[in-house]
Structures are given as C-alpha cells and as structure tokens.
T-cell receptor
C-alpha cells in the first residue's frame, strides 16, 4: 500500500523566505510526527500530532516554526523567515496508536531543505 | 530527559564478519526501538524490545534488551553489503515520540 508521502522532495530557497513542507501520512494513521535530520544534530523530534491536535510541540526550535494538521490527515510544516541553520532534511512519520502500546513509525523520504 | 548513547559511531566491517553495536542509558528504559537508514534513505523500523532480557532475531540480526533495561545491542552475523547503513536505537515516550541515539554508521568492505 501507499506509504508516507512528502513534498517537495527538495527545496532550495533564499534566506528570509518562508517555506511550506507537506506530509501525507499512511491512511488511517492517527499519529503523525515531524523530525529534522542534520549532520551536526542527528535526528531531532519537532512536533507530534494526534488527530488534528498537537499535544507535544516541544521540539520546535523557534517561533518561526509552526505546523498544522487538517482532517486528521495531511500536515504542513511552515518555516518563516528561513535561516541558514534551518538547512536539513525534514522527515515526517506516521503510526497507528492504540492500546497504550508503542507502534513502529513509518517514515517518508523527507524534504531536503537548503537555505542559500 | 532520558538519553541514549550509541557506540561505536562508526563501524568498518569486512564482508562475512560479525559486529555488534550498543545502545546505553543511565536510566531504566520502558522500551527501545531500532531503525536502519540506508545511505540517501529514510529510517526503517526493525524491531521493538520491551521486556527485561528480551532477545529477538531477524535472520542474521539479533537484538537484545539488557536485564536492567538500561542497554540494548544489535549483533549482525556474516555481514553482507546489504547491511550498509546507519543503525539507530530510539527511546519512545508516552506519546510515541522517538528520541534517537546518534547512530552507528556501518561500512562493509567486499
């Protein structure tokens, strides 16, 4: 079946511009996560959605970062006034949640963001 | 919060050899997951360990959770070129959020 889909796969933009990254999770997966992967910082958690709510936003690095999820499905991560340190691969993952057990996360291919 | 240290950060293996990568924590863990990321790819779930002393096998991969639930290991026997990639251990919290270790990058020489 279809996996997690992310777009665009690559994004190059100038410093100071805003960018939007999209994630389409696996159908039926209620939990959605955003992570960031960069050479210096490894894999970092950004935000978690359960349905359309975000009970954990603790990983967002600054108020330039925001995310939303609509219809319990597609999520958008927005970075305003991009800085060079925002350059990274942004990964989205989804999982089914139930019964208090921890489900494996299924990752998309990511969006490689480069800030010039 | 809880953190895990992975060692080694880099592993160069001759094809056919065995190797082990370790994940250590100073606190007791409720569970641990392992992921593999191929070069240019995304993390792919391998296994989850929950019970003290748990051992799980997937073909040539053996995963173990320590008796005190403070460490975990991944042992690969008869390494193949398809084993190339970075192996991450990760903690989960009650939301399922993953906190990754730094990873062990594995390079295999034919």
């Amino acid at each position: 079946g279809a996996g997690v889909s992310q777009s665009p796969s690559n994004k190059v933009t100038e410093k100071g511009k805003d960018v939007e990254l999209r994630c389409d999770p696996i159908s039926g997966h209620t939990a959605l996560y955003w992570y960031r992967q960069s050479l210096g910082q490894g894999l970092e958690f950004l935000i978690y959605f359960q349905g359309n709510s975000a009970p954990d936003k603790s990983g967002l690095p600054s108020d330039r970062f925001s995310a939303e999820r609509t219809g319990g499905s597609v999520s958008t991560l927005t970075i305003q006034r991009t800085q060079q340190e925002d350059s990274a691969v942004y990964l989205c993952a989804s999982s089914s949640m139930g019964g208090g057990t921890y489900q494996p996360q299924h990752f998309g291919d990511g969006t490689r963001l480069s800030i010039l | 919060g809880q953190q895990v240290m992975q060692i080694p950060q880099y592993q160069h293996v001759q094809e056919g050899e065995d190797f082990t990568t370790y994940c250590n924590s100073s606190t007791t863990l409720s569970n641990i997951q392992w992921y593999k990321q191929r070069p240019g790819g995304h993390p792919v779930f391998l296994i989850q360990l929950v019970k003290s002393g748990e051992v799980k096998k997937q073909k040539r991969l053996t995963f173990q959770f320590g008796e005190a639930k403070k460490n975990s290991s991944l042992h690969i026997t008869a390494t193949q070129t398809t084993d190339v990639g970075t192996y991450f251990c990760a903690l989960t919290d009650s939301w399922g959020k993953l906190q990754f270790g730094a990873g062990t990058q594995v390079v295999v020489t034919p």
